[in-house]
């Protein structure tokens, strides 16, 4: 049976790539087969002869670009040096901190970039070249875009129900900014904010807030030691030193006594020079006030310390006192006392005003007393001195229950407290 010969049909689309002039751009074997009255015809007939013509203006933009493109080594060299240097460029941002830690925080000006690009190239393709998730990309949209009206830092309630509610973070702001606090740090002041019940919240996550606030506070910052000597019990240890404060031209000597394992400042004594009988009167009334046995009594070499007066003192009651110098009958050094030394006058004297001696003498005795009794300490786990040398701690389960507990209200209180953006 003889087939029947088909007739040849052509492509619409290379019936307007003849029409437009782009028949360059048609493979010279399809080109080389087409009637020369076919190509006549198609030159000289209408656009609008066909229904949705004018999608072909937009193809043949992009096929020019794509052609121009493709015909100009430079430019293609050009692009993939671009995308070489974007390349290097992202991998040293994303392997250093600090470079990272300044890309990240950028996320308003890296949202526009994606927003305005988005179009030609789409999110997904702009967030990879940039080098962040679709689920960051989207977290950073909520945080930035959508303002909450209940929220202190403006996040939605509703998405982020964990926040810290916004009287939480009031609270710790009243705290952090506070006359009385001044004297403390960050730690003390946190768990004091959790032994009260104003602010339960992990000690990592007061530290967090605390940074976003922006509140600055004095620090203190010193080289690392290693740990010093460590009591096992109250009055198992003692620590005495003498610092010197100057006042209106003058110097004075305050000489301290601490117990090592409470850090309980047991005795004190400011004077116009530094003498043996001072610590030795410190030392006996608290050698009578608490009774300590078999105590190792921490000094430095210093003749304050070793002299007729207190040599006397320690011989009487040798069953009771080992004396030992930092560093020469032990390998430790009497770092703790010299600690307390930093912060009696760093976190407390030069913060307040001191005029003359009875002012000053006033100031020692109000600083002592609250590192003793008020201040929680973070090295105590939040307990003051005076708790652990009295053998009265801090409930720390009640604490992590008070915690959890503190957890739900802000949960509850973020998902009740939601704007109509939450929404």
């Not at 190509?39 to 609008?48: F, P, V, Y």
């Not at 964990?162 to 740090?185: H, Y």
């Not at 967090?208 to 600055?216: A, M, P, Q, T």
């Not at 001191?354 to 002012?359: D, E, F, I, R, V």
Request: with cysteine; aromatic share 8%.
């Amino acid at each position: 049976m003889q087939s029947i010969p088909i007739r040849k049909s052509y492509d619409t689309s290379v019936k307007h790539l003849y029409r437009l002039g782009l028949d360059k751009l048609i493979d010279s074997q399809l080109s080389a087969g087409i009637h020369r009255s076919n190509i006549r015809r198609w030159k000289e007939e209408s656009a609008e002869k066909y229904e949705g013509f004018e999608l072909n203006k937009v193809a043949n933009q992009q096929l020019e670009l794509l052609q121009q493109y493709a015909n100009n080594i430079e430019q293609q060299k050009n692009f993939k040096a671009y995308l070489k240097i974007i390349g290097v460029c992202r991998k040293i941002i994303h392997s250093h901190k600090t470079l990272k830690k300044v890309f990240l925080e950028s996320k308003e000006e890296l949202l526009d970039v994606v927003q305005k690009v988005s179009p030609a190239i789409g999110i997904k393709k702009a967030i990879k070249m940039i080098g962040i998730s679709s689920t960051t990309y989207y977290h950073w949209l909520i945080q930035t875009k959508v303002k909450c009206e209940f929220s202190f830092f403006e996040l939605c309630n509703k998405v982020y129900p964990n926040q810290l509610s916004k009287p939480e973070i009031l609270k710790i702001k009243k705290l952090l900014t506070c006359e009385e606090f001044k004297f403390w740090p960050i730690k003390s002041i946190a768990y004091y904010a959790a032994r009260t019940n104003q602010v339960n919240i992990h000690l990592s996550t007061f530290y967090r807030y605390v940074h976003l606030l922006g509140i600055k506070r004095p620090l203190f910052k010193k080289p690392p030691q290693k740990v010093g000597i460590r009591a096992n019990q109250v009055h198992e240890i003692w620590h005495t030193d003498v610092t010197e404060i100057p006042l209106n031209g003058n110097k004075y000597y305050l000489h301290l006594l601490m117990d090592n394992y409470s850090r309980y400042i047991l005795g004190w004594k400011l004077e116009n020079k530094k003498r043996g009988s001072t610590l030795k009167k410190i030392l006996a009334n608290a050698l009578s006030q608490y009774q300590p046995n078999r105590m190792i009594l921490l000094v430095d070499g210093g003749r304050e310390n070793i002299n007729h007066d207190v040599n006397n003192l320690v011989g009487k009651h040798a069953d009771r006192i080992k004396r030992l110098i930092a560093g020469k009958d032990i390998d430790f050094s009497n770092s703790m006392v010299e600690a307390l030394n930093k912060i009696v006058k760093n976190r407390y004297l030069y913060l307040l005003e001191s005029p003359n001696l009875n002012a000053l003498k006033d100031n020692i005795a109000f600083s002592i007393n609250n590192y003793n009794t008020i201040r929680p300490h973070g090295s105590l786990e939040g307990n003051t001195p005076e708790e652990i040398l009295t053998n009265q701690p801090i409930n720390q389960n009640q604490l992590r229950e008070s915690r959890l507990e503190a957890r739900k209200v802000r949960i509850a209180y973020n998902r009740i407290n939601t704007c109509k953006k939450c929404n």
